[in-house]
């Protein structure tokens, strides 16, 4: 069964930092994409970030500067590494794994920026 696992959501104060993890189990991690996307309250999907096969990584605009995405294969985990948090980065963040499209997304997490 593929199973992907996100954790290390919370509440922080603008400017912190978190780091998101995403564990996945039940396919062949090192044959895939993994993606984070994020959903605002009451706002449609964002994708944020997505670390290729060979670790190649992409950003969206709202996020290259302050986000950083990695993997390790030995692991079969992903990390999202987020700093300069802003109000506006407040969503719940998925993890999803896919080449053409995303098949499969995590629960995900919830990150609160707030003072």
């Known amino acids: 069964e593929v199973q992907l696992v996100e954790s290390g959501g919370g509440l922080v104060q603008p400017g912190g930092s978190l780091r998101l993890s995403c564990s996945a189990s039940g396919f062949t991690f090192t044959t895939y994409t993994i993606h984070w996307v994020r959903q605002a309250p009451g706002k449609g999907l964002e994708w944020v970030s997505r670390?290729?096969?060979?670790?190649?990584?992409y950003y969206a605009d709202s996020v290259k500067g302050r986000f950083t995405i990695s993997r390790d294969n030995a692991k079969n985990s992903v990390w999202l590494q987020l700093n300069g948090l802003k109000t506006e980065d407040t969503a719940i963040y998925y993890c999803a794994k896919g080449n053409a499209y995303l098949d499969y997304w995590g629960k995900g997490t919830l990150v609160t920026i707030s003072s």
């Open positions: 670390v290729s096969t060979g670790s190649k990584t």
